[in-house]
């Protein structure tokens, strides 16, 4: 009793070393009562339906405890997450349609550049959410992480930075280019 | 104004049963670590030291 009175009190990082060192599968119990519901509901806005939804959970929580001690806490353990999550779920989607979606992206891209001005917050906020949900599915979903990881995690530059291990112009600029692809999306629906 | 990203957000609840198929295949995996462990480092280690003689310790 007195151990779970302690596990429950760690934080998601001392929690964390703890399960690297000890391996303990209880432990890995404690980090995914906290986590599971979180992964599961990222997991729903990439499957198609909510067995594949599960599915994804079980093979992520698997990786997760497999590759768990390549955090090396550079950033908060929940941002660490989120990118490893929406990693997993970005290269699951892409597994199948990544050929055909490139090929109509770059024709899309160079169509594009001149004719969107710099797209604000504001525009982004705007949007009607049954529809941004559709362009989401529609547009890359390496576009779709990182917008999601802005405007649904709150994650600020600097966290996308540690998490995506990608430099601050280069932030932004996906950023930039990822708003431009779902605005454009969700102006041909 | 209110945010769309956050409007799409799925809050369903987690199936119940899925924790313990994840429990029990990260227990498998632990397993299968621990025998990997202890066939590859541990008991070579252990006939190491006990075919050692005396000097090769203190070399």
């Known amino acids: 009793m007195k151990s779970t009175v302690k596990t429950s009190q760690l934080s998601d990082e001392e929690l964390v070393s703890e399960i690297i060192?000890?391996?303990?599968?209880?432990?890995?119990a404690v980090l995914y009562d906290r986590y599971a519901p979180l992964v599961y509901n990222k997991c729903l806005g990439f499957a198609k339906s909510?067995?594949?939804?599960?599915?994804?959970?079980?093979?992520i929580f698997i990786k997760l405890y497999v590759?768990?001690?390549?955090?090396?806490?550079?950033?908060?353990?929940?941002?660490?997450?989120?990118?490893?999550?929406?990693n997993f779920c970005v290269n699951f989607v892409q597994r199948d349609s990544y050929k055909n979606k490139e090929e109509t992206n770059e024709g899309a891209i160079n169509n594009r550049a001149s004719v969107i001005d710099?797209?604000?917050?504001?525009?982004?906020?705007?949007?009607?959410?049954?529809?941004?949900?559709?362009?989401?599915?529609i547009i890359d979903p390496k576009d779709k992480m990182i917008l999601l990881m802005k405007y649904q995690d709150d994650l600020s530059i600097k966290e996308l930075q540690t998490a995506l291990d990608i430099g601050e112009s280069a932030v932004k600029m996906r950023l930039k280019r990822a708003k431009e692809k779902v605005i454009e999306t969700y102006n041909k629906l | 104004m209110e945010n769309p990203f956050k409007k799409i957000l799925h809050q369903e609840e987690l199936p119940k049963k899925l924790k313990g198929k994840i429990?029990?295949?990260?227990?498998?995996?632990?397993?299968?670590?621990d025998i990997a462990d202890l066939l590859v480092v541990k008991y070579p280690e252990t006939i190491e030291n006990f075919l050692k003689t005396k000097e090769d310790k203190t070399n």
């Open chain 1, 21 to 28: 060192k000890t391996k303990d599968s209880t432990l890995f």
């Open chain 1, 50 to 59: 909510k067995v594949q939804a599960e599915d994804l959970t079980h093979d």
């Open chain 1, 67 to 86: 590759k768990l001690n390549s955090f090396k806490g550079t950033s908060k353990f929940s941002t660490w997450l989120y990118s490893f999550t929406y």
């Open chain 1, 118 to 137: 710099e797209i604000t917050d504001n525009d982004i906020l705007k949007l009607k959410a049954e529809k941004l949900q559709q362009a989401l599915s």
């Open chain 2, 23 to 33: 429990m029990s295949d990260i227990s498998f995996i632990k397993l299968t670590i």
